[in-house]
């Protein structure tokens, strides 16, 4: 039984806790897509985790984690990763690396960094992680696959036939230092010898493990609309974060994806350039972002300050539709117990007409909030767990959202913590 965690808005949907929560009755969580860019921020027993490469699964001893083939695999940060969870008590995860990921290379976080800097004023907004440039060169085939990190002889003739047509670049357009080859390839080998003992066939492992019956999660990274073909298109990240690709990325057929758990937030954030139709500013943002999340509405990997904004309907619905979703776990809810009053976006106005379908980017820009106004419920809904035992209001907000974007809500978030749910 495969089943997705995936988002439904601009990412920080807390896909994160859902996972982890999840994992505890699964037996394998993938990552299929994305790198060491964006992160998951978990509170369970161990303490307060902010992942970025690692899935969200790592903190059970029955689990085993997949690095999938679709994901921007950076070396050092999973490294980096593995030794933070362990010191901090976690027992060492079990943990395999797909041989045919491809391996973030640091000329692609330099080349991330120079062309943010050459773009200046119009910049991407990007965390510099090298996911741009790493997933161009894949596309370009002259990415390094893992594989390739074991067999010297292509791998060296590879560094020589890439780092002539990157130090140009680096030369002519950035005017910065060339890349050193044999750094490069020494780098590569300690790549090589730190990875070895995690690189198999996953897309076998899952293929095998799908037959035996286990229970597969796929963890997405980001949500809908930072998608490059169905997001707000050029303000994307560079790999598809639709569970459908999820088959892709971890080597599974399509069909076996069975449930998509499609993550939404009660209220909207976003980091990085874009459009964001609901998003609201000055003094009303500063109060949600700072109450929002778990202690405030900043970047896990940046630390950036978050866009903040009102649910939009018209987005997450679309957001849903794209996921494919199954069923919706609606998060951070606790959050908006200080509103008397929660204005939702019910549908975007458009050169004089209303639309509640999500458009292209060019239409997106134009278009502009229609608010409803539902009423608050001015109390704190932590530790509540039953559906019943919520305030009437705030059944009401669950209810006509659940309305709106026409998925069922099947679980209600309501703190960080891997126990603070509300199954309906
Ligand atoms: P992800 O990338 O989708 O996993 O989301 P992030 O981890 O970036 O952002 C979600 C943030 O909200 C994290 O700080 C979580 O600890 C926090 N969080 C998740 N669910 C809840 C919730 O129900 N209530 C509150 N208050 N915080 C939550």
């Not at 395999?96 to 004023?121: K, N, W």
């Not at 996911?131 to 590879?158: H, M, R």
Request: charged residues 25%.
């Amino acid at each position: 039984m495969v089943r997705a965690v995936v988002g439904a808005n601009w990412g920080d949907e807390g896909k994160g806790k859902i996972t982890d929560m999840l994992a505890e009755k699964s037996d394998i969580i993938v990552r299929f897509q994305g790198g060491s860019n964006a992160g998951h921020t978990i509170v369970n027993d161990y303490g307060k985790f902010a992942l970025h490469i690692l899935p969200s699964g790592i903190f059970y001893s029955h689990t085993t984690c997949v690095i999938g083939n679709g994901v921007a695999f950076n070396v050092s940060d999973f490294f980096k990763e593995i030794n933070d969870v362990v010191s901090s008590g976690v027992p060492k995860p079990r943990i395999l690396i797909s041989d045919r990921a491809q391996i973030v290379m640091p000329y692609h976080i330099m080349f991330d960094t120079y062309e943010e800097e050459r773009l200046a004023g119009k910049s991407f907004g990007s965390t510099k992680s090298g996911i741009a440039p790493f997933y161009s060169d894949k596309y370009s085939k002259i990415g390094f696959q893992v594989s390739e990190l074991f067999d010297e002889e292509t791998l060296v003739e590879k560094v020589n036939r890439v780092c002539e047509l990157k130090n140009i670049m680096i030369e002519h357009l950035y005017h910065k230092e060339p890349v050193n080859k044999d750094e490069l390839i020494k780098t590569l080998h300690e790549y090589r010898d730190m990875v070895e003992p995690y690189v198999c066939d996953t897309a076998l492992f899952l293929q095998n493990a799908i037959k035996e019956g286990k229970t597969i999660l796929l963890e997405g990274q980001l949500g809908t609309l930072k998608d490059p073909d169905f997001g707000i298109y050029p303000m994307v990240t560079s790999s598809h974060t639709l569970a459908a690709y999820g088959a892709i990325g971890a080597g599974i057929p399509p069909y076996e994806i069975k449930d998509i758990i499609t993550v939404v937030k009660a209220y909207s954030s976003a980091v990085g350039a874009g459009e964001f139709v609901s998003e609201i500013f000055g003094d009303e943002a500063d109060e949600l972002r700072r109450r929002g999340g778990d202690g405030g509405e900043f970047g896990a990997t940046t630390g950036r300050p978050r866009r903040m904004g009102w649910f939009d309907c018209v987005a997450t619905k679309y957001g849903c539709r794209m996921q494919g979703a199954t069923q919706v776990a609606f998060t951070v809810l606790d959050v908006l117990g200080y509103l008397d009053e929660i204005p939702v976006c019910v549908g975007y106005e458009i050169d004089g007409r209303v639309t509640k379908d999500f458009p292209v980017t060019c239409k997106l820009k134009k278009a502009k909030p229609v608010y409803e106004i539902l009423p608050g419920w001015k109390s704190d809904i932590r530790g509540i767990s039953k559906y019943e035992d919520l305030p009437e209001n705030c059944r009401k907000y669950i209810e006509f959202i659940e309305k709106e974007i026409g998925v069922r809500i099947t679980m209600v978030s309501n703190g960080p913590a891997r126990h603070d749910i509300i199954f309906r």
